[in-house]
Structures are given as C-alpha cells and as structure tokens.
C-alpha cells in the first residue's frame, strides 16, 4: 500500500482549495480523513509551518509558508519525515509554477487543477522510488523536526474550524435590542394640555353650532323648502 495516498494545495487565507490528486479511496475511514482535512485547510493561517493530526488509520500533514499550504493524508505508517518532505517539494513545484498574483486572484475551486499531473508525479515518485538524493533530503528534514517539531492536533482540532463544529454552524444568539420610553418633558406635556384644550373647544362649538342651527327657524324652514322639492 502506497504511504502518501492523497495530497492537494491550498490557500492559507480563506483554506481555498487549487489543486488536488484525483485519485480517491472509497473507505469510511479515508472519506472521513479527507472531511478532516478540509475541515482543517479552513484555519491554517492560525498553525504557520508544519502539523500533523494523527487518526486511527490515516494521517493529516501540512506544511504552509506564504499563500500556500500543502497538505495530504497519508498511512499511519508513512514517517513524518517523508510526508514533510514531500510538501515541501510539492511547495517549490507549486510556487515556482504559479505567481502570487494568480494565487491571490483564484475565486473558485481547484482553479489550478492541471497542477495534479505534478502532483501524480511527485506522490509517486515518494512511493515508489528510493535514491540518494531523496535519503539526503529526508535526513535533512528529519534533523529540521527534531530541532522544531511540527505541531500536534487532535481530533477535536481538525472537527472545529471557523465557527464549524461537524459541519454545522453554531448558533450565534445575541440580546434582543432593549428599548427604553424616554421621560416626558415639560415640553410635551404643555403640548399634551394645548391639545387636549383644543379638542374640547372644537366640541363645545361643535354643539353650540348644531343647537343653532335647530332654533333658527329660517335655517328649518329652508331644510323644509329643499326636502318639499
């Protein structure tokens, strides 16, 4: 069985993906490595450098330096020291392939996708082809892990990634808005009094007029005239 099984590119700031290997494991546990994986590329920029996350059968490595971070999943019995060195020679291909300003434009998905050729390439020179000058290498990263070594994450940390916990959103209650009645001034209730004194005056003419109007008998003798026409 292959050590490196899957490997992509991503964007460091947003965990974008640009570029991935297309060929896939069907197991439970591998799909469930891959929804970590994502899951984590969504907060890099908070674990600069090199981490792993250990699961029971498969394992998540990164390595972020700039814009761009590699990550893959590989077998619990791949050494740390080949899967770093692997994103790092995945790094340089990628960077020296694509300039920042490409990278910092991509809006969608796998926006580099023909990079997977080079991808197969690399993943497959890692397992399957052993020389000096890759014995070389993976000295020299071994040495650089012992003298920093790459960060640890658990479960936990690859579940929860920008408010996500399992790919659901939490909710984010906030108070509802307390609305206080502002003290009456003195102003208002002058207002209030006008007001009030105005209605009455309005109804008191209001009755003056219609009682009248029913005690003018020029005023009936005209509503007679108009009703006799």
Known sequence: MSMILFACVVRVRDGLPLSASTDFYHTQDFLECRRRLKTLGLRLARYPGR????????????????????MAICSRQCPAAMAFCFLETLWWEFTASYDSTCIGLASRPYAFLEFDSIIQ??????????????????????EELEFQPPVV???????????????????????????????????????????????ALNLIRGVHLAEHSLQDPRSRFWWLGQTSR
């Open 121 to 142: 390439k690399i993943k497959w020179h890692f397992n399957y082809v052993s020389s000096s000058q890759m014995k070389s290498s993976l000295e020299k990263i071994q």
């Open 153 to 199: 994450l658990t479960v936990e940390d690859t579940d929860v990634a920008n408010g996500m916990m399992n790919g659901h959103l939490p909710m984010h209650l906030e108070p509802a808005p307390n609305f206080r009645m502002e003290p009456v001034t003195a102003l208002g209730i002058l207002s209030l009094i006008l007001n009030i004194m105005c209605a």
């Open 51 to 70: 981490g792993s996350a250990e699961g029971r059968d498969f394992s998540i490595h990164f390595s972020s330096s700039g814009d761009v971070a590699c």
